[in-house]
């Protein structure tokens, strides 16, 4: 099944490796301690049996040729001797320094946690020190112990390369997609925006798992978020792809493809002429297929393209001929003929009378989601954004999401 989106799974976490080690290279020399650590200077803070214990190791890490691996093999020794917070932290340090010096992330996570643990890290650099363990804990894998470190990273105050992220990523690499959609809502709600590539990576990993509600909900959030040309066309070919819909549903959601420069495809112009159907719409289907030869979707000696445009022309005139009769049989008639003398009035964009036929369609107990759709298709096209919001909101049922989509649109355009 195709999905129009670039592919933005862990694209913002590209480069988080190169940097994550800049930065543990630094926090291992002035931010944290010095490079090699003399254990006379913490004689008076920390244990005799540490010191003692910390004495060999820290020769092999001393001079021109520090000896990094012989030091993480002597490691657990040092561990062993820890008898109090300042050892802990000591110890830390020097698993931090041995991990950035060996490129082992076990070790340098060990030893941020070690000394985030000692409780010796200073307030202003906790949150830096949660970030790193996060993003270590992320990139092996250990996804619950990620999020519990970013969490605190936030609570401290820390916003560099904007810890959410990683968060938002570690729930779809769990296959939590519902999880991580809740997670990007209340991230929403907390701040009233996000970045754009989170909510289109929420987008694919809903589309990739067929979750089809919370494909719907992340398309809607696309569209509120960052109306954009592309991200109309991103959300509403998901929802075309991914909801069942019937003929005449997936027909209002061409409709609103059309109106946002969202029709991309053939095959979208092509079932968007079917559902309309020539010899009912003619006067909707003919620019349709203008608009798709102008695209480069269809030629003039196209057998399809000749067929179609043969009948609608005949129609077309027809219809354009009956409107006044249309009109005033559809409001005498029941709801179901109001409906159908609507629909061919939208094709001729009277929206005005259309929208009077829709009432009464609902009024006399026509399909009621199907005419409340329409109804508010046609007040959002004549700019009556408020109107057009609250009777789409009534929509229920597999139209419902359409109805959604049109109701953006219209308070896109209206501001209601």
């Known amino acids: 099944m195709f999905l129009p989106l670039a592919n933005t799974r862990r694209k913002t976490f590209r480069g988080i490796a190169s940097r994550l080690a800049m930065a543990l290279a630094l926090a291992g020399g002035a931010a944290v301690g010095s490079a090699a650590i003399a254990p006379a200077a913490y004689a008076q803070e920390n244990s005799r049996g540490f010191v003692a214990a910390y004495e060999p190791i820290g020769a092999l890490i001393q001079g021109e040729m520090p000896n990094w691996a012989q030091a993480s093999a002597q ?25 950035t010096n060996t490129s082992n992330p076990a070790f340098q996570r060990r030893g941020l946690e070690m000394m985030l643990a000692s409780g010796k890290v200073a307030p202003e650099q906790l949150g830096q020190f949660n970030y790193y363990v996060g993003t270590l804990s992320y990139q092996a894998g250990d996804f619950d112990a990620a999020r519990t470190a970013l969490e605190a990273a936030i609570a401290a105050g820390y916003t560099e390369e904007d810890p959410r992220g990683i968060i938002l990523q570690s729930y779809f690499d769990q296959d939590r997609v519902p999880d991580g959609i809740t997670y990007l809502e209340s991230q929403i709600a907390a701040s009233g925006t996000v970045d754009e590539n989170w909510i289109l990576r929420a987008l694919q990993e809903s589309y990739d798992a067929e979750l089809v509600p919370q494909a719907n909900q992340v398309s809607a959030l696309l569209l509120k978020q960052y109306p954009s040309q592309k991200n ?37 112009y092509v079932r968007y002429i079917e559902n309309a159907d020539p010899r009912i719409m003619a006067n909707e289907v003919l620019p349709v297929l203008a608009e798709g030869l102008a695209a480069d979707h269809f030629t003039t000696t196209d057998d399809y393209y000749t067929e179609v445009k043969s009948i609608a022309d005949v129609r077309a005139p027809q219809d354009r001929a009956e409107v006044d009769s249309l009109f ?33 369609a609902v009024d006399k107990g026509a399909d009621r989601d199907a005419a409340l759709t329409r109804l508010g298709m046609v007040q959002a096209l004549q700019g009556k954004g408020a109107e057009a919001v609250a009777t789409l909101e009534q929509v229920s049922g597999a139209r419902a999401p359409v109805a959604q989509m049109w109701a953006i649109y219209a308070q896109e355009q209206t501001g209601a």
Do not use: C, H, P
Request: aromatic share 6%; net charge negative.
């Open 328 to 360: 005033s049989e559809g409001q005498a008639g029941d709801g179901r003929e109001a409906l159908i003398a609507g629909d061919v009035l939208y094709s001729v964009n009277d929206y005005a009378r259309a929208e009077v036929l829709y009432k009464a």
């Open 75 to 99: 490691f657990e020794t040092l561990v062993a001797a820890i008898e109090n917070e300042d050892d802990r932290n000591v110890a830390g340090n020097l698993a931090l320094q041995i991990g």
């Open 232 to 268: 109309w066309v991103n959300a509403l070919q998901v929802m075309n792809a991914i909801n069942q819909l019937d003929a005449q549903a997936q027909l209002d959601l061409f409709r609103l493809m059309r109106t946002t420069n969202a029709l991309t495809q053939r095959a979208e």
